[in-house]
């Protein structure tokens, strides 16, 4: 069992930047990839970005967001991270952190254990 708490969350405006966190328990946190989703109401949970293991390997959705979010780890503090940079109104959402496995059965992600989520809101 793994224990996912994210925080970080808030309201920020168009340009702006955000850090989230994920702070893990129970489970040896270096035997998990990671990864972060966001949900929009209406809209399916996607995959934002995801981490191996060791933190060798990266996984981003797509260019919307490539370039503009780093995600990275540090398996000494059992802590993912998401940086966020040049926010847009369109990364509102809710943000879940997940461990899981990278790259499973063809899907970029595929998760066992969900964190309870953190809102962000950017204004334009």
């Known amino acids: 069992q793994v224990q996912l708490v994210e925080s970080g969350g808030g309201l920020v405006q168009a340009g702006g930047s955000l850090r989230l966190s994920c702070a893990a328990s129970?489970?040896?946190?270096?035997?998990?990839?990671m990864g972060w989703f966001r949900h929009t109401p209406g809209k399916d949970r996607e995959v934002v970005a995801a981490?191996?293991?060791?933190?060798?390997?990266?996984?981003y959705k797509d260019s919307s967001v490539k370039g503009r979010f780093t995600v990275s780890r540090d398996n000494a503090k059992n802590t993912l991270y998401l940086q966020m940079n040049s926010l847009k109104p369109e990364d509102t959402a809710v943000y879940y952190c997940?461990?899981?496995?990278?790259?499973?059965?063809?899907?970029?992600?595929?998760?066992?254990?969900w964190g309870q989520g953190t809102q962000v809101t950017v204004s334009s």
């Open positions: 981490i191996s293991e060791s933190g060798s390997s990266t996984y």
């Open positions: 997940a461990a899981g496995r990278l790259w499973y059965r063809g899907t970029p992600f595929a998760s066992d254990y």
């Open positions: 129970g489970r040896t946190f270096s035997s998990y990839a």
